[in-house]
């Protein structure tokens, strides 16, 4: 049995080996607290030209090992100012609890065998030298642990300091870990693992039709997974007399193949470097790296592009994000499926390695973002992060880094959001070595039924160059199933597609939670909605009210997708809207809370409406007392020209009518066909 221990400065680590005659254990104990060092190595960033503050520094030897147990140079281990210096270099860490020990283990993760003392400091502070070389010389590995082993102390050890001499060993030396162990077991260094790691299908290439010889990166599938957007380097069809990069995309077959990739041409690609980043759920919002200049040239920051009323993608458009810097070369963006939510990878004052991975929401004006916040240590290490994808739950989140233990080169993690704050996340843990290899792996994306994952990587590709692959996950290590809501949107009276904008509410909260739009073209719209909540789900234009549609997704818990066609009525003389999502407390005509969201929407629509006059038109279940019926479809009505009233439209504007049961739309006796009588109607008297 196993129990991992942590505090905010430890990591304690105890192993109970349980037989029918006794009882054994082990403690390992990690460094908690840098208590002195003889250098640190600093390196400037190119772009600010200011030394970066936690790369090689001592701190980064406190923890378990981020390195090991795969081997070399890494920025979240300390390394001394030099890479050759005739004084000794050395360490001192505290740990959090002292204890008596068997074991000094140091984990060497880059030119090893500069280690000449060991001492150790006892819980009155007297020193005992533990190791001591003088023949100190290049190893022939390139990385290890470097277990030393004694007698079980007869005091408790409070703190341990390690010197080095690394004149002898050529390179810069590095330290990922030390820790202090009672047992003479090895103290080994172990990868944080995903749970049930066991994926449903082998990785595979997707072949040909997408990969080339070329590089491909930064794969992203549409959420409903009928399309795949890449971007393709130095390829001899990309724009431009370099072949930079452009964006490449397939669409999906029926025999889950893809279609020959093709390049999307302008506006998108230009003889500069273009790249894709997130597909909206609608499928008509797409986020582009870099800012478009008119004069045709990219500089740092983030673009969006839409579908035009002709069915093609939109010139590019500045994406305001305030306060936005970058004091790297590189950044990646990830748009939420809800469209308010924005991350990024990007290097700050505060960028804890070369890039972190930041979030920004969307101000209430829909159109600019708040300024970047860090994610936190946590999530963000000394090493640069690297396309981070948030899955259309909304909560778990994919990334790449090589700050962690892993296989080789960077690896994909998953974490999870733990509450609202976006700072508190669950310790990221390693896909595995059924997707993680000894190259570069990145870029994870999922489509909302999550029945596959795409990502890159430079292990068993064609050519040696990046390529995109497929992989089946375990269910341990996918998303929280959600709903993809699909449909058109249509002109009321001439049944022709319209381009709205789509949104969706909770509906017992009224809170707005998410945003799309449909296509100018053909009408469609797609979102993504988490299970377990009752929704509004509307569309607006311009010159039509908006209606309101229910989505139930309570007591779903799987995956599951929905139809459901919007049409909008046009603002002119005859036109009929029901108001869907109005409601009154049981047999009286008391507005519910929930009502507030679409009589607000109302309101908008006659100030934006100055001339525009409107019945109200109320409407019982024909079971029951008649004159009772009439009267309640009289009294809702007026609650709602009240609650007009109180949002500043006059009541000469909102004429009233009770039908009561006069005018069902069903005479069943099922609830459902009652409900369906029981409703208001907004008839527009004129424009």
Request: charged residues 25%; proline residues 6%; hydrophobic residues 35%.
């Amino acid at each position: 049995m196993m129990y991992l221990l942590t505090t905010k400065k430890t990591w304690l680590l105890v192993l109970f080996f349980f037989t029918t005659t006794f009882i054994q254990a082990q403690t390992v104990q990690w460094a908690s607290s840098v208590l002195g060092v003889s250098s640190e190595r600093r390196e400037l960033n190119p772009e600010s030209k200011s030394p970066e503050p936690h790369q090689f520094r001592a701190k980064q030897a406190l923890g378990i090992p981020n390195k090991l147990p795969a081997l070399g140079s890494s920025k979240c281990a300390w390394s001394p100012a030099q890479s050759k210096n005739a004084t000794p270099e050395w360490i001192k860490v505290g740990f959090a609890n002292p204890m008596q020990i068997s074991q000094v283990a140091i984990a060497e993760n880059h030119n090893p065998g500069a280690i000449t003392h060991i001492y150790v400091y006892d819980e009155a502070g007297r020193e005992h030298l533990l190791y001591r070389n003088t023949n100190v010389a290049p190893l022939t590995v390139s990385g290890r642990i470097f277990h030393f082993f004694v007698k079980k102390t007869a005091y408790k050890v409070k703190s341990v300091k390690v010197t080095l001499n690394t004149a002898r060993v050529p390179g810069y030396n590095q330290i990922d870990a030390i820790a202090i162990s009672d047992s003479n077991d090895p103290v080994q260094a172990k990868i944080n693992l995903a749970k049930k790691l066991n994926v449903k299908s082998k990785p595979l290439n997707l072949g040909t039709n997408i990969n080339s010889r070329y590089d491909e990166i930064s794969p992203v599938v549409a959420p409903d997974g009928s399309a795949i957007y890449f971007t393709r380097a130095k390829h001899p069809q990309n724009i431009g007399k370099e072949h930079k990069q452009d964006v490449w995309y397939a669409n999906l077959r029926p025999d889950n193949n893809f279609d020959l990739a093709k390049n999307m041409g302008p506006p998108i690609n230009t003889e500069h470097h273009n790249s894709s980043f997130s597909i909206a759920p609608d499928g008509n919002t797409m986020l582009l790296n870099n800012v478009y200049r008119p004069d045709g040239k990219l500089v740092k920051g983030l673009s969006i592009t839409r579908r035009g009323a002709d069915g093609n993608w939109t010139r590019p458009e500045k994406v305001t994000i305030n306060g936005y810097k970058n004091l790297n070369k590189y950044s990646e963006f990830c748009l939420s499926p809800n469209g308010k939510v924005l991350l990024m990878t990007i290097q700050q004052t505060d960028t804890r390695g070369g890039k972190d991975i930041y979030v920004s929401f969307l101000n209430s004006d829909g159109k600019t973002w708040s300024k970047p916040r860090n994610l936190g240590s946590r999530v963000n290490t000394a090493e640069s992060e690297t396309s981070p994808f948030l899955a259309a739950d909304g909560v778990t989140l994919y990334y790449s880094t090589s700050g962690f233990s892993g296989f080789g080169s960077n690896d994909i993690f998953v974490t999870r959001r733990l509450d609202d704050s976006w700072s508190n996340w669950s310790t990221p843990k390693n896909l595995g070595p059924e997707i993680n290899t000894s190259k570069w792996d990145a870029y994870f994306s999922i489509p909302a039924k999550a029945d596959f994952a795409y990502y890159i990587t430079y292990h068993r590709s064609i050519a040696g160059s990046g390529d995109i692959f497929r992989v089946s996950l375990s269910e341990s290590n996918k998303p929280k199933p959600v709903a993809l809501v699909k449909g058109r949107v249509f002109n009321a009276k001439t049944k022709q597609p319209i381009s709205a904008s789509i949104e969706y509410e909770i509906l017992s909260t009224g809170k707005n939670v998410g945003r799309g739009r449909s296509n100018p073209k053909t009408g469609e719209y797609k979102v993504v909605l988490p299970l377990e909540q009752k929704y509004a789900l509307l569309a607006e234009a311009k010159g039509f009210l908006s209606v309101d549609t229910t989505i139930d997704l309570k007591g779903i818990t799987k995956y599951t997708e929905i139809v459901a066609d919007l049409y909008l009525v046009p603002i002119e003389s005859g036109g009929l809207v029901r108001l869907n999502n109005i409601f009154f407390s049981r047999g009286s005509a008391r507005l519910l809370p929930e009502s507030y969201p679409e009589l607000n929407r109302l309101a908008k629509a006659m100030k934006e409406n100055p001339t525009m006059r409107i019945r109200l038109e109320g409407h019982t279940e024909i079971f029951g007392n008649k004159k009772f019926l009439m009267n309640l479809s009289k009294q809702r009505v007026k609650s709602v020209q009240k609650y007009l009233s109180e949002k500043g439209i006059n009541d000469r504007r909102v004429k009233l009518k009770g039908f009561g049961y006069k005018r069902p739309l069903s005479r069943k006796k099922d609830e459902k066909s009652r409900a369906l009588n029981r409703r208001v109607e907004v008839r527009i008297l004129s424009k």
